[in-house]
């Protein structure tokens, strides 16, 4: 290989390399969006959907308080992640949790403020 082709082939793959790690940040921030996108229609779901009769009755709803009390936020996604519950549950207990008064209303596409710790 002569000196022109070996330096060509180092920029092809330095150039390879920037690509890459240009992509894999542009992945990171579209998956945030994605993440943020999806807490949004969770949020829009809750307001128009009609929440069950007994919701005080609700035998998770001491898990989420201490969970969202613990961690000082709440989401949707947050309670089905730690307390291993689908969807339309942990629904129900965000909106339990705000007709308490245990976390706030929702802003936008952020994590809800716990108000009683």
Same mark, same amino acid.
């Given at each position: ?41 969770? @949020?829009?779901?809750?307001?128009? =959907? ?5 919701? =005080? ?5 001491? @898990? ?19 307390? !291993? ?15 308490? !008064? ?16």
């Amino acid at each position: 290989m002569n000196q022109k082709n070996k330096h060509e082939y180092q920029t092809i793959e330095d150039l390879t390399k920037l690509i890459k790690t240009i992509s894999e940040r542009q992945n990171s921030q579209y998956t945030d969006i994605i993440m943020q996108l999806k807490e949004l229609k969770d @949020e829009i779901h809750i307001t128009h =959907s009609k929440p069950k009769a007994n919701h =005080s009755d609700d035998e998770l709803y001491a @898990e989420a308080y201490k969970v969202v009390s613990a961690a000082g936020k709440a989401s949707t996604s947050y309670i089905q992640r730690k307390l !291993g519950i689908g969807y339309s549950r942990a629904a129900q207990l965000m909106n339990l949790l705000e007709s308490k !008064g245990v976390i706030g209303p929702a802003i936008g596409l952020k994590p809800r403020v716990v108000t009683i710790l």
